[in-house]
């Protein structure tokens, strides 16, 4: 499987390398675009502040740039968090796209947007002050009526970035049981 992996607001840090490792490991190829040129953020608020120097329709125009050279060839688009958001927009753009694996992070999903069956897995906090229930509850019905196949895991008690071992956020069990399932949805695809 060919993925593209989007990092998150705190940029390329090493918790997105492992997780590249870690899919490599499963013998996916994996491309991890570096959306920030080098620079990352040890919390999300400084991630935010990176995000908002470079801006929202640089790191837009970066993420489509990355994903150009391998769409409509069967990618898998995965992201972290704001990574999630880049790989939902690339990939509900790719009418060859082959899956979408988020964790930690959804966006806005076009009116007109129509995915055919796209397979997508969503990995997420709960609660998460980032995609609250009305908001995940809205994109989800968003999803549907867009063709999408989805499913939704939630992990009680984690915070926002749980799989990243170096924030505060870190929860290991969850990390765990995420990275078991999106193995698997990988996997069946």
């Given at each position: 499987?060919?993925?593209?992996l989007?990092?998150?607001?705190c940029?390329?840090r ?6 590249a490792d870690?899919?490599?490991?499963a013998?996916?190829?994996?491309r991890v675009p570096?959306?920030y ?11 935010r ?8 329709d ?10 150009a050279?391998?769409?409509g ?9 704001l990574?999630a958001?880049?790989a939902q927009?690339?990939a ?8 979408l ?16 069956g796209l ?6 906090a709960?609660?998460?002050?980032f995609?609250?229930?009305?908001w995940?509850?809205?994109w989800?019905?968003q ?5 999408a ?9 984690a ?10 956020d870190?929860?290991?069990?969850a990390?765990e049981?995420?990275w ?5 949805f990988?996997?069946g695809?």
């Amino acid at each position: 499987m060919d993925i593209m992996l989007f990092h998150s607001v705190c940029g390329l840090r090493p918790a997105v390398h492992a997780a590249a490792d870690r899919l490599r490991a499963a013998g996916h190829q994996v491309r991890v675009p570096d959306l920030y040129e080098g620079q990352t953020a040890s919390t999300a608020e400084e991630g935010r502040e990176i995000k908002d120097r470079i801006g929202w329709d640089e790191l837009v125009r970066r993420a489509v740039a990355a994903a150009a050279p391998h769409a409509g060839s069967g990618l898998v688009y995965a992201g972290f968090s704001l990574g999630a958001a880049f790989a939902q927009m690339v990939a509900v753009a790719d009418g060859k796209a082959r899956g979408l694996l988020l964790l930690h992070g959804t966006y806005e999903v076009p009116e007109d947007a129509s995915v055919g069956g796209l397979p997508v897995q969503l990995h997420v906090a709960d609660p998460d002050p980032f995609e609250p229930d009305d908001w995940l509850n809205t994109w989800y019905l968003q999803m549907g009526r867009a063709g999408a196949d989805v499913e939704v895991h939630r992990y009680r008690g984690a915070g926002h970035l749980y799989t990243d071992p170096d924030l505060a956020d870190y929860d290991e069990e969850a990390a765990e049981r995420t990275w078991a399932t999106s193995l698997e949805f990988l996997g069946g695809l």
